[in-house]
């Protein structure tokens, strides 16, 4: 047995017995509806469709299944079925088998299957999380209209002499990637130096950007430089300007026009020679009309702002998913797993895409690596998705708890299936209705937590997903 599982779409025995060959767990399904229920639920290695099946019913089930890169074999009664080996591979699946007599070659496509799955399909290429033409320079995940629209002026500023250039998105939404894309376009190999605008005082942010001379205040024993000599020819990133105290803003002002500053205690006039970036978290123009920000400022940075529109917004949602597989695939948040988780269940996407993440990108990178410090299977499940961690009080000993007992939203999902089936008898229809699921799902549960018919079924230690019922 090479594969872990595999579900047959078949009601023929001998498709049933030869998955058996080559497969650990196998799932049975009668109809399109069921296999679709079950892959979702188990994500197979491999699914296998008898002679029932044409061409047209395997494209309509690739076309409605949420998972990606599933092996499709098709199995036919006999040389002489209609449909050709041709068109089940345009359809999308991997082999065709062609009769009874070509039957056995299905242990060398599970051979074969097993050999290239130990890198997910989805992690082999890197650049599939990225917009093709500009993911050497700007590493900004996601295929949506909105990143779409924030590469296109990426590319629009960098290559013109814009300058200063303002950035401007929620926290999290991902203002220094998007700074750090402008710089690797526009000054490429040279210093790239951000400044946190809302750490420091207006004083010792002064300093910090500009420099002082030696005893230009009480404790300024030596002279310094500050970050924007030090930048160069390269990029300076003012993070959150919009924190920056008025009296400051004034100076801003100057470096902005002239492109010019004096160190504090110098009357030295030192040119700029950097790219100045600025990125702000709040809304400029409601910070000037609060009179927060100077005004004459705002119109200085306006020349053309790059936006960048929060997770929750239409535009960007569809980036979500994509997000998730890709902090699963590049965290190092737990290295012992690295690799060995390969994606989420259909349960974990669908809480993601429902959340308004309000923390945006950053909130979600954290939701994927708790769930990774959770997850005990291959896939992560909805009870690994904790999306308020402080809420639940999930100290770092509730962590270690979690990990060391079993998680208890799957504990309580086993529990209450097999308290359904006990119920009922073991019907497993009036079970599932009495569930709120389909018979297609609670037949894969049953298997994936060892349910059996004893009063007090013994609980799997290790049971292979986490995904509670829906």
Not at 84 to 105: I, N, S, V
Not at 165 to 193: D, M, Q, S, Y
Not at 196 to 211: D, H, Y
Not at 356 to 376: D, M
Request: glycine share 4%; charged share 25%.
């Amino acid at each position: 047995m090479v594969l872990r599982r595999i579900v047959t779409v078949s009601k023929e025995p001998e498709i049933q017995q030869l998955a058996r060959q080559v497969g650990q767990e196998i799932f049975v399904a009668d109809d399109l509806a069921e296999a679709l229920d079950i892959t979702e639920t188990t994500n197979p290695d491999l699914i296998i469709f008898d002679h029932r099946f044409t061409p047209a019913h395997i494209r309509e089930f690739l076309d409605k299944t949420s998972l990606t890169n599933l092996r499709v074999v098709a199995a036919g009664k006999s040389e002489n079925d209609p449909a050709a080996p041709e068109e089940f591979l345009k359809a999308g699946a991997c082999d065709c088998l062609t009769g009874k007599h070509d039957y056995p070659r299905l242990e060398q496509i599970a051979a074969h299957i097993a050999d290239n799955s130990s890198v997910p399909p989805a992690a082999k290429n890197i650049d599939d999380f990225f917009i093709e033409e500009c993911a050497a320079s700007a590493s900004i995940v996601g295929r949506s209209r909105a990143i779409s629209e924030i590469i296109r002026l990426i590319k629009l500023v960098a290559s013109s002499r814009c300058d200063p250039i303002v950035i401007v998105g929620e926290t999290g939404t991902g203002k220094e990637l998007v700074a750090k894309a402008l710089h690797n376009i526009r000054n490429p190999g040279r210093p790239f130096i951000a400044a946190n605008c809302a750490a420091l005082t207006a004083n010792l942010l002064e300093s910090e950007l500009f420099g002082h001379t030696k005893g230009a205040f009480t404790g300024a024993d030596l002279e310094k430089t500050g970050l924007l000599e030090m930048a160069g020819q390269g990029t300076i990133l003012l993070d959150e300007i919009s924190e920056i105290h008025p009296d400051l803003q004034a100076k801003l002002l100057r470096l902005f026009q002239e492109k010019t500053f004096r160190k504090v205690g110098s009357t030295k006039e030192l040119p700029c020679s950097a790219t100045i970036i600025a990125s702000s978290n709040r809304n400029l123009h409601d910070e000037v009309e609060t009179g927060r920000f100077r005004k004459d400022l705002y119109y200085r940075l306006a020349t053309c702002p790059i936006p960048i529109a929060p997770l929750r917004s239409p535009a960007r949602r569809e980036d979500i998913r994509l997000l998730a597989d890709y902090f699963l695939k590049t965290s190092t948040v737990c290295p012992n797993k690295k690799g060995s988780i390969n994606s989420l269940t259909k349960l974990a996407y669908e809480a993601l895409q429902k959340h308004p993440w309000p923390g945006n990108v950053r909130e979600l990178r954290n939701v994927i690596e708790r769930a990774i410090l959770l997850e005990t299977t291959d896939k992560v499940g909805l009870s690994s998705i904790i999306i308020n961690p402080f809420e639940q009080n999930l100290s770092a000993d509730g962590l270690a708890s979690a990990q060391n007992k079993d998680f208890s939203l799957s504990k309580a999902e086993r529990e209450l299936i097999a308290r359904a089936l006990q119920e009922t008898g073991w019907q497993k229809t009036q079970a599932a209705s009495l569930l709120g699921i389909t018979r297609a799902t609670l037949y894969a549960k049953v298997k994936q937590y060892n349910i059996d018919k004893s009063p007090h079924p013994k609980e799997n230690p290790q049971p292979r997903s986490l995904a509670c019922v829906s």
